[in-house]
């Protein structure tokens, strides 16, 4: 039993083709399925190809918003 868990880490370790079939057997389903649903919210969230959307900001008039500032006593240094 011990030989055979040798053999499968060696496998693991040293042969890129067995490594990588054991990684998209174990990992890459899961993250097929979280891609595609990735696409799907970002395809909901920008539309159809070809339309238009306007997003409307709110209008805020900058000089009744303005509050002052703190005032910083200036020294000159030479």
Known sequence: MFKYVIILLLLIVFVPTFRNFLFELLVGKQIAKEQKRYNDIM???RGKEGDVKVKSTE???K???FEGGQYVDFEEVK
């Open 43 to 45: 395809e909901k969230q």
């Open 59 to 61: 209008q805020t008039n």
């Open 63 to 65: 000089k009744d918003s």
